[in-house]
């Protein structure tokens, strides 16, 4: 029987890896995003299947299981070029940039004074160079597969660190492979750090919701963001905040100086804490770490080292609540101009709650929290965001929140062609699913609670000798 478990749930897992490949290959991101995303629904539901089936595996089986699928779920990832994001193509930029002893925030992709390192890759010739949805110009007829060339690089020190340190271990003329092997190792690093932190804690089978999750092949592997690093960080400061608090806070410093998004789970981090010395030695490092990783950068920079950042906001919408398909689900019940407000007062709300009544020994279960209404309130259009919560997901166990990495993959992909209402109707669904998944938990917690006092109540005092005992 226990054999038969731990096939079922070999088989399922291979089902998935063996739908991955083509949802991967398909090119329909521009062609045929609907067809596309139910290439991705079907993924979906073979990782739901896939996961429900090892709850049943006997617990020898798990970690060779989990581990062996997270391996085969990011191979799948290097079957084809990045399919929906051409981020990874700026990493390389920066990377080539900084091996050339330039600061890769001094200059934008398409500053004449950079013409040296361009090459066909990034900087395709001829008569075709310019062809295609995902080129971008850059001056007299000459394009580039880099977004925003126009524009100077946002990503923080520690993720310029890592576009140099790939570019300098990559053989000659390898392209895209060198950034997706990399993202590949760094989630099968991730998922082995879950199961070390979920071990100590007694099952480790949660991990298979970050080693087995679509999200992961699709947006940490094929398409290299950068997120999956900050993600690696964030969950080995997560799993030893509770007993190193210095340790722990830089490891989030490094994360944060990796991707920005980390430093929300600063209130998880701070979990029920109560001493000052504590919330102390955690910011402090975290704060130490962010500086000592800018501070070269600010030395050998004539520009700022922020970039783009400031116009990236502004141009995804957080500034403007008519734009960018943002705080979907309050505009959809309060006026726009409320919708900032709202997310702050009810951010404010969640982390309060997370400082006063959160657990210190699972920082990671307040971090979701936050990290989850946070996207619920801001409804993001990028998939690749949603990395950090599926993590997040695999230390604590609330299945329910994955329904909001869907939702933002819904968004991102078949939005483009079915209109601004997508992103309202999958976050509400998503907000829906988080909802019944603790109205669930809260009365199965209810029901435990109550059958543990009838098992606690005092018994009734024998009767006296004959005399009858009455119901």
């Excluded at 390389?92 to 500053?111: K, L, N, T």
């Excluded at 608090?245 to 109560?274: D, E, F, H, N, Y």
């Excluded at 990395?387 to 929140?401: F, H, M």
């Excluded at 019944?436 to 199965?444: F, T």
Aim: charged share 15%; proline share 7%.
């Amino acid at each position: 029987m226990n054999s038969r478990h731990t096939a079922v749930a070999a088989l399922l897992m291979a089902a998935l890896t063996a739908i991955l490949v083509p949802t991967v290959r398909k090119d329909g991101y521009f062609a045929d995003p609907v067809g596309l995303f139910w290439w991705y629904a079907a993924t979906w539901a073979l990782f739901a299947a896939a996961a429900w089936a090892l709850r049943r595996v006997p617990a020898r089986h798990v970690v060779p299981l989990v581990l062996a699928g997270a391996v085969a779920v990011a191979a799948t990832g290097l079957v084809a070029a990045p399919r929906t994001s051409t981020d990874s193509f700026r990493y390389a930029w920066d990377g080539r940039v900084q091996a050339a002893g330039i600061s890769p925030y001094d200059h934008p992709p398409a500053d004449p004074a950079l013409a040296r390192l361009r090459d066909d890759w990034l900087f395709p010739q001829g008569s075709a160079a310019c062809a295609g949805p995902d080129r971008a110009p850059v001056v007299d007829g000459t394009c580039t597969r880099i977004n925003r060339p126009q524009v100077h690089t946002i990503y923080p020190p520690v993720a310029e660190g890592y576009f140099l340190l790939v570019h300098a271990l990559s053989p000659p003329d390898v392209r895209h492979k060198a950034l997706q092997t990399g993202a590949a190792l760094l989630s099968v690093a991730t998922a082995c750090a879950l199961v070390l932190i979920l071990r100590r804690r007694g099952d480790p089978r949660h991990a298979v919701y970050w080693a087995w999750c679509p999200a992961v092949p699709i947006e940490a592997v094929n398409n290299a963001h950068v997120d999956v690093l900050a993600v690696l960080l964030s969950v080995a400061a997560l799993g030893v905040v509770a007993r190193h608090k210095v340790t722990g806070g830089a490891l989030l410093g490094l994360a944060i100086a990796t991707k920005m998004l980390p430093a929300v789970l600063l209130p998880g981090a701070l979990s029920g804490v109560r001493r000052t010395r504590d919330v102390v030695g955690v910011l402090v490092p975290a704060a130490v770490v962010v500086a000592l990783a800018y501070l070269p950068y600010v030395l050998g920079s004539r520009s700022s080292v922020f970039g783009y950042l400031g116009g990236y906001a502004e141009e995804e919408g957080y500034e403007d609540a008519t734009a960018g398909g943002r705080y979907a689900l309050l505009r959809l019940l309060f006026p726009d101009a409320w919708a900032l407000p709202l997310v702050v007062v009810g951010m404010l709300a969640v982390v309060a709650h997370v400082l006063r009544r959160g657990d210190p020994a699972r920082p990671w279960s307040g971090a979701l929290l936050v990290t989850g209404t946070a996207f619920l309130l801001m409804t993001p259009g990028y998939s690749w965001y949603a990395l950090l919560l599926i993590a997040l997901v695999a230390l604590d166990g609330r299945w329910e929140w994955l329904g909001v990495a869907l939702a933002g993959a819904a968004v991102y992909i078949a939005g483009r062609s079915l209109g601004g209402a997508t992103g309202t109707v999958a976050y509400a669904l998503a907000g829906a699913a988080v909802l019944a998944g603790w109205a669930l938990r809260r009365r199965h917690t209810t029901t435990a609670d109550s059958r543990a006092a009838d098992d606690h109540s005092p018994s009734e005092p024998a009767a006296p000798a004959g005399e009858p005992r009455t119901s």
